[in-house]
């Protein structure tokens, strides 16, 4: 989790004692599928034997990577508008 948000799950909670659910509650589209991504990345990482500290490394500069990318993308902006809206239909 610190790779994408900056901070792990313990201290997420720390600093948000009212707030239900966990960080994957409150993320955003872009982030969700980073984190997807950061998920399968490490696996293939672990099995190639990085240590933690390399991995963390790799994780998060491929994680700025994919957000600057994801945020830049009217594509993105399209779906995630169309989710929104169809959210809002769903009620």
């Known amino acids: 989790m610190w790779t994408l948000f900056g901070l792990t799950a313990a201290q997420w909670r720390h600093d948000n004692p009212g707030t239900s659910g966990n ?7 872009e982030q969700l599928v980073v984190l997807s991504n950061m998920e ?6 672990i099995h190639q034997g990085l240590s933690s500290s390399d991995r963390l490394r790799q ?3 491929i994680a700025i990577g994919q957000m600057r990318s994801l945020l830049g993308s009217s594509a993105v902006r399209r779906l ?3 989710q929104v809206k169809k959210a809002g239909k769903d009620k």
């Open 40 to 45: 399968s990345i490490n696996a293939v990482l």
């Open 80 to 82: 995630a508008s169309d």
């Open 23 to 29: 960080m994957r509650d409150l993320a955003n589209l």
């Open 59 to 61: 994780l998060n500069d």
